[in-house]
């Protein structure tokens, strides 16, 4: 699926549809956009939403050709992580160069919890759909936004053009720091791939791979990003590796690499407590380790027992025995500084990975949804 991003006035002519689908016909929405159903439209002018290939037509019913996550007024599309039908077997992740979903309680919440200041120059690196930089761009005076992955680059600008925010968003292809090169920012967001995997990059899509112990990119934004910071700049990221008991290998490898700066790190942990890896464990074999009862399709490729054996007795050689998921926010401040909070219960859980939006009950993502609006 590529867009067409010629005919802005087509594109923003959606966002009415989609919204009163949304408001007025909730069902015919969460079928349509999560559930992938074939649905019968009889009172509405669709037009545009065929004309822009968010919808296509089957057979005198209409299907969606990506799922689209309507938060707050905006609507954003995405790529199914899971689809009934483009499967070949029971699962289907999604391709190698797949433009990530968005779960609720990742990018929704720093979507609208983002510290972003009026006129703020922004830069929403690795934004897949767009999510994060399309809401800040509403206080912001400029957002780039950049992404390795040319398709996710292509739904992004299509999703500033469907939210009107296209007139203050920049876009820009290419790895990490690349693409901004020379250029100052006032805040600096992100959530990029940081999936702790054993080290088999080839079989893993883009968005998600974060080396062995999820810390890869991280570490290279950790490494480079104040030469991309203006002097009171700030930065909110979603963070995720694996770690000991007591902290993560991304925030001891920052503690250790900012420890001169100026500034206040704080660690606001998504869990109640860090995630034992063995618990993890579980939930990840399911996903990605081979099984012959499963049939996954060529473009989808299984890890081996032995390929993940190889990955756990590393994590275990070095002390790593739990997960942890948090956002990091940083200010500006006249010494180091550094925090970690953790909730008084879990606000992001495993099972979404398994149990994604076609594995959910109908009222279940009426609360996912109105848990991000309640924000
Ligand atoms: C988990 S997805 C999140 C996307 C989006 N920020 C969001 O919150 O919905 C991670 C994103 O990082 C991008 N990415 C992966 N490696 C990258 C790199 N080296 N440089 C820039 N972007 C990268 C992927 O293409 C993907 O869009």
Redo the contacts with the bound molecule.
């Keep these: 699926m590529k867009f067409n991003l010629e005919d802005k006035e087509l594109i923003r002519s959606c966002r009415p549809i989609l919204d009163r689908l949304y408001k007025d016909h909730k069902k015919k929405y969460i079928d349509l956009f999560f559930y992938e159903k074939d649905i019968l439209f009889t009172k509405f002018d669709i037009t545009p939403l065929i004309k822009t290939k968010i919808i296509r037509e089957l057979k005198g019913k209409f299907r969606a050709n990506v799922q689209v996550f309507p938060l707050s007024g905006k609507f954003i599309c995405t790529d199914f992580n899971y689809s009934t039908h483009r499967k070949i077997g029971k699962t289907y992740t999604t391709q190698r160069d797949g433009?990530?979903g968005?779960l609720p309680e990742?990018?929704p919440v720093?979507a609208k919890k983002t510290i972003v200041k009026k006129g703020d120059v922004v830069l929403?690196?690795?934004?897949?759909?767009g999510?994060?930089g399309i809401f800040c761009a509403e206080k912001a005076k400029k957002v780039i936004a950049?992404?390795?992955?040319p398709r996710?680059i292509n739904y992004a600008k299509f999703n500033s053009i469907l939210n009107g925010v296209d007139h203050k968003m920049e876009f820009r292809v290419?790895?990490?720091f690349n693409p901004v090169k020379g250029i100052k920012f006032d805040l600096v967001v992100?959530?990029?791939?940081t999936v702790a995997v054993p080290e088999t990059p080839e079989k893993y899509p883009?968005?998600?791979y974060g080396g062995m112990d999820g810390a890869e990119?991280t570490r290279k934004f950790i490494d480079s990003v104040f030469d991309y910071l203006k002097p009171n700049g700030r930065l909110q990221w979603?963070d995720c590796s694996v770690g000991t008991e007591k902290i993560p290998v991304s925030m001891e490898y920052l503690k250790r690499k900012w420890k001169d700066k100026e500034v206040k790190a704080i660690f606001n942990s998504l869990t109640l407590d860090p995630v034992s890896l063995e618990k993890s464990f579980k939930v990840y074999s399911k996903v990605n380790l081979e099984n012959p009862k499963i049939k996954t399709p060529l473009s989808v490729k299984t890890v081996t027992k032995n390929e993940e054996g190889r990955w756990h007795n590393w994590l275990k050689e070095r002390g790593y025995t739990h997960f942890y998921y948090a956002f990091v926010q940083v200010n500006p401040s006249d010494k180091f500084e550094f925090k970690m909070n953790f909730p008084k219960k879990d606000i992001r859980t495993d099972r979404y990975l398994t149990r994604y939006w076609l594995w959910m009950s109908y009222q279940t993502i009426l609360k996912k949804l109105e848990f991000c609006e309640w924000l």
């Design positions: 433009v990530w968005i990742e990018t720093m929403d690196l690795a934004t897949g759909s999510m994060i950049t992404d390795i992955n996710a290419g790895n990490l992100w959530n990029g791939p883009v968005y998600s990119f979603y």
